[in-house]
């Protein structure tokens, strides 16, 4: 199959009429007298639609169907939400809205999808028991694709406008599940918990409730970001969640997170602190020193290793890679009965696990506690006091207090 050309179509004489002319889609389109400044504008107009249109153009005679729409929603998503050349996280929800919307109107018109129909998937929603937030989160999801496909010409403009009218489900007035907020984890619980993690996870655990930053800022630390230079170090991380927003970010590491980082330093620069691979090459030593057989009997050190593996340590951890070492050592540091059923062992084990954001909402309790909110807002980098107050549960012993001399 031969490759499809990439080039612009070119800016023709037309010698018949001495006008201007490009090819676009198979039509010619006449742009004004040759080489004159109207028709070089009009030639950068036409063609300039033209790309933006994903190279073709608009077609007012031919509705366009929810499938196609989808399609080219997709096609502009997976270019869109990428950070660093990798998707970002948010095109997994993308990627479950449009399942959705094409699984029961992916048949009909797109200027057909009106706030009846997305009424209509609310309800949908409701029935496969998906929380009030994630329901909500795929309504904005369906409203912003509209917007798109309104600004690209795909629809008409007023479809978009008509969705804008449907609000999204209100918490106690709807049968929507609700989720649990997320809590604090105690300390009590992260020391129990540390005995059972490898130790390079157990010192990204402990530098992570010192400095109370986001999961994913611990897992990307290098040496090369980290400012040794004051008493207080200063770590900026090479990406973070808001950097698309314009805003810095800049996480300070006081003594204790020090010690904890100091001896991850001693290595390349650019390379990170906590990797996967370092973690296994422990385990390894730790393991050959608890050896008891002698080493000229059984396997030597490194002989029953397979050489291609289907999956080898990495690099780096990643934000699931950290909730899931986290989980693992929940589950040994928290046994549960052996006589409970499968699914009674599995609401054990969702009770006790607790995840790596948790303790950011830990830290950022006791900085709220002892030093305010504004004091809190700035560690934890939110540019609203309002997000802050989310992650940093009110202190209730100063309303006790007042109850106590008042009440």
């Known amino acids: 199959m031969p490759r499809r050309s990439r080039s612009l179509p070119k800016y023709r004489k037309h010698k018949a009429?001495?006008?201007?002319?490009?090819?676009?889609?198979?039509?010619?389109?006449?742009?004004?007298?040759?080489n004159s400044r109207a028709s070089l504008r009009e030639y950068d107009r036409l063609v300039g639609e033209w790309q933006q249109n994903g190279r073709q153009l608009p077609t007012d005679s031919a509705p366009l169907s929810m499938a196609e729409l989808l399609n080219a929603y997709r096609k502009f998503a997976s270019q869109y939400y990428v950070k660093d050349g990798k998707p970002t996280g948010a095109i997994h929800g993308v990627h479950a809205m449009l399942k959705l919307v094409r699984k029961h109107y992916g048949d009909t018109l797109a200027n057909d999808f009106g706030p009846l129909a997305l009424k209509s998937l609310q309800s949908r929603m409701i029935e496969l028991n998906l929380s009030r937030r994630y329901l909500n989160d795929h309504v904005h999801r369906i409203r912003r694709m509209f917007k798109w496909a309104a600004g690209n010409e795909l629809i008409r403009f007023e479809i978009y406008q008509k969705l804008t009218t449907v609000d999204g489900l209100q918490k106690g007035r709807t049968k929507a599940?609700?989720?649990?907020?997320?809590?604090?984890?105690?300390?009590?619980?992260?020391?129990?918990?540390?005995?059972?993690?490898?130790?390079?996870?157990?010192?990204?655990?402990?530098?992570?409730?010192?400095?109370?930053?986001?999961?994913?800022?611990?897992?990307?630390?290098?040496?090369?970001?980290?400012?040794?230079?004051?008493?207080?170090?200063?770590?900026?991380?090479?990406?973070?969640?808001?950097?698309?927003?314009?805003?810095?970010?800049?996480i300070f590491i006081g003594p204790r997170a020090q010690d904890v980082l100091r001896p991850y330093l001693l290595r390349e620069s650019t390379s990170n602190c906590f990797s996967p691979s370092?973690?296994?090459?422990?385990?390894?030593?730790?393991?050959?020193?608890r050896r008891t057989t002698p080493t000229n009997h059984g396997n030597r050190p490194g002989t029953n290793r397979r050489r291609r593996r289907k999956r080898a340590p990495g690099t780096q951890y990643t934000t699931d890679s950290y909730r899931r070492a986290v989980h693992?050592?929940?589950?040994?540091?928290?046994?549960?009965?052996?006589?409970?059923?499968?699914?009674?062992?599995?609401?054990?084990?969702?009770?006790?696990?607790?995840?790596?954001?948790?303790?950011?909402?830990?830290?950022?309790?006791?900085?709220?506690?002892?030093?305010?909110?504004?004091?809190?807002?700035?560690?934890?980098g939110h540019s609203s006091a309002d997000v802050t107050q989310?992650?940093?549960?009110?202190?209730?012993?100063?309303?006790?207090?007042?109850?106590?001399?008042?009440?």
């Not at 370092?278 to 385990?283: G, I, Y």
Request: some cysteine.
């Open 177 to 250: 599940r609700e989720t649990a907020p997320v809590l604090p984890v105690g300390d009590s619980t992260i020391e129990l918990t540390l005995p059972h993690l490898p130790p390079v996870v157990a010192d990204m655990v402990r530098l992570h409730r010192f400095t109370g930053c986001r999961p994913a800022e611990v897992c990307i630390i290098r040496p090369c970001d980290i400012d040794t230079s004051g008493e207080v170090w200063t770590y900026r991380p090479k990406s973070y969640k808001t950097e698309h927003l314009g805003r810095y970010r800049i």
């Open 390 to 407: 989310i992650y940093a549960e009110r202190d209730l012993t100063k309303a006790a207090d007042v109850a106590r001399q008042v009440g």
């Open 278 to 289: 370092d973690s296994e090459r422990q385990r390894l030593r730790d393991r050959q020193e």
């Open 328 to 380: 693992r050592a929940c589950d040994a540091a928290f046994l549960a009965p052996i006589a409970l059923t499968h699914e009674a062992r599995k609401a054990w084990q969702r009770k006790h696990h607790w995840s790596p954001n948790q303790i950011r909402h830990t830290a950022g309790t006791e900085i709220r506690k002892r030093f305010g909110l504004e004091a809190a807002q700035v560690a934890l």
């Open 17 to 34: 009429s001495g006008q201007a002319v490009v090819t676009l889609d198979g039509m010619d389109f006449y742009l004004g007298p040759y």
